[in-house]
């Protein structure tokens, strides 16, 4: 049976193989291995230039500028953010007290007021006591 396909495939190994002796030819090698060498020798070259320039000078002052400047920015909002805590707390304990003293002083009243009760109460049955007292004289005088 005829595989329709087999010419391709074939023609794709032949490619695969031409290309990979071009590659490995030794003028070929030769060349990729002087264009890596001069490649490497301008990145250095041009990284040595960066190095020594004053954008990169600028560049590396503005950084530092931009997290000094973070720095500050961000410890006063943490002073800030403490301080709001510190006059919660400071706020929180004065009502803390001034409800404390309204709950003494309305308790104290109480405490009065009861006391007073119990005062005018007891005078109120002396009373009574005296009168019944007085009654009972009276009739064991007639």
Not at 51 to 72: H, P, W
Not at 108 to 125: C, F, I, L, W, Y
């Amino acid at each position: 049976m005829y595989n329709i396909l087999q010419p391709y495939v074939n023609l794709t190994n032949a490619n695969i193989e031409t290309f990979s002796r071009f590659m490995n030819a030794r003028e070929i090698t030769d060349l990729t291995k002087q264009s890596a060498t001069k490649l490497l020798e301008v990145t250095q070259e041009n990284a040595s230039k960066v190095a020594g320039s004053e954008a990169l000078a600028n560049l590396t002052c503005a950084a530092i500028d931009n997290y000094v400047r973070f720095a500050n920015e961000y410890t006063q909002q943490v002073y800030g953010i403490v301080s709001q805590g510190q006059e919660f707390v400071s706020h929180q304990m004065e009502e803390g007290n001034r409800r404390f003293a309204q709950i003494a002083d309305i308790s104290t009243r109480a405490v009065e007021a009861g006391v007073q009760s119990v005062k005018s109460t007891g005078d109120e049955a002396v009373n009574e006591a005296d009168q019944q007292v007085s009654r009972v004289r009276q009739q064991r005088a007639k």
